[in-house]
RNA sequence: GGCGACGUAGCCAAGUGGUCCAAGGCAGAGGUUUGCAAAACCUCCAUUCGGCGGUUCGAAUCCGCCCGUCGCCUCCA
């Protein structure tokens, strides 16, 4: 398949550089609740890894979690819970709305604070070639050279001239030059710290991903995935100091980086704190609505959080779930043919993963479906094709459950035989009136040659 | 200020030189079906791709300018 890497600017032809493809995306920062943003994140590196073992490959997927940092110790101490602790919190709902999304977990979810042996490696090898330096003021902050590394800024395309323009660069004292950032920050009284040579501290961000990409994966890693957002600083930082440490080019292949949902023509972010978690988007949606919205627009574009399109996709996913369950009579000695489909699936994908062209496919699969079922022609074959291509983009096409407060089946069932009675005694407002009782509690029924289907919407 | 992305029907959104002068979803109109519905099916729904120029036999697709929206440059998926 072909794939657009940021580093190249170009779309290329993907291949694993060994047997299995080695993918690492960064995770969250467990410190607040997971918000749509991350969901967008999450559900276009799910498929991507989907698709890729859909075409044959083993996939090799790393997520990380960092569970130290600044926001962690802040939510702590506002929350009187040790750092662990909130981490944990923020690790376990993640997975919980992650698994609620249908967004597979990682081969590896390693964790920033068992991995601290191997970022002091990573940093006492960095300063031992000259591409890093304790602070000079004695802090015990660990720095990246940023000038020893003529290739800097070749991922997020700056030099480091425009990069000391910015004004904004803060100048702390143990730096010896403004773009220099932390790969080993000395930790206060009272925040979680690890012994280093440098005396007791914790990683910064940049490094621990470097770190956790090289323990997993290797030296060189075919696709590194992560937000547009996350392209500079931290892509360029991580690059510079895994390349830098390993001596190895690249360090990733292809640099994968999903365009950012916005919400009232802003970023979703936390500084902005126009956040919509990812609980709140499952209250009101499915979670085949939610990865169709996200799916329907090509993973590099922005994506407006709009709910009310969200909701229209509420009723495209009953389309597909409508084609895929609903048997034929099968008595026309025909029957619907889906491997066209299926090679079309695999040619738009292929490009540069367009789900949006993908899930069209889909939608004609499942109209050709229509029309054959109709015809009374077999299409069970074809069903199972739109289930198969379904699952390449984490569809479960399952009907919504019965909530507590609703009708059960069994009360579905019951007014049922009470409505086919009336209606075959010609009653037709009693019937009606059961009816409509079931459309108000969320139930579709529906009237065929084989007596009245029901399903939950 | 520097770097970059985008602007396609009522809404969302593919398509980046002819081989599709524009996919798919939602909404809408008419019809088939139905006791009436719902779902499904059939037909229709952008002579046009922000504006103005240019290149070309040919452009939504390339180039220039203009207008508008957004991102990164600072923690962020």
Known sequence: MKLYSTLTRDKRDFEPAGDAVTMYVCGITASNSSHVG????????????????????????????????DKIIARANAEGLSPEEVAEKYV?????????????????????????PGIIRMIEGLIEKGNAYPAADESGNVYFRVHSNPEYGKLSGRTVEELLEGVRIDVEPGKEA???????????????SWDSPWGPGRPGWHIECSAMALEYLGE??????????????????????????????????????NGLLRLDGAKMSKSLGNLVTVRD???????????????????????????????TQERAS?????????????????????APFREHFVEVMDDDLNTPQGLAVIFDLAHEINRGRDAGHEIGAAQAVLRELSDVLGLTLAEPEASEAGLSDADVEARLVSRTEARSNREFAAADAIRDELIAAGIAIEDGPGGTTWSRV
């Open 178 to 192: 403004p773009p220099d950032f932390a790969l080993w920050k000395a930790s206060k009284p009272g925040e979680p």
């Open 281 to 311: 988007a499952l209250d009101g949606y499915s979670a085949d609505a939610i990865r169709m919205y996200i799916l329907t627009s090509h993973y590099r574009g922005p994506l407006l959080y709009d709910e009310d399109n969200i909701g």
């Open 92 to 116: 376990q709902e993640f997975f919980r709305d992650m698994d609620d999304l249908n967004v597979r977990r990682a081969t590896e979810h390693p964790r920033a604070t068992n991995e601290i």
């Open 318 to 338: 009953r389309r597909l779930r409508q084609a895929a369950n609903v048997a034929s009579r099968a008595d026309s000695g025909k029957s619907v043919d889906p």
């Open 38 to 69: 991350h969901a967008l994140s999450s559900v276009v590196f799910d498929v991507l890894h989907r698709y890729l073992e859909y075409r044959g490959y083993a996939v090799r997927r790393v997520q990380n979690f960092t569970d130290v940092d």
């Open 220 to 257: 060189t890693i075919d696709i590194h995935g992560g937000g547009l957002d996350l392209a500079f600083p931290h892509h360029e930082n991580e690059l510079a100091q895994s390349e830098c440490f390993t001596g190895q080019k690249p360090f990733a292949r292809f640099w994968v980086h």
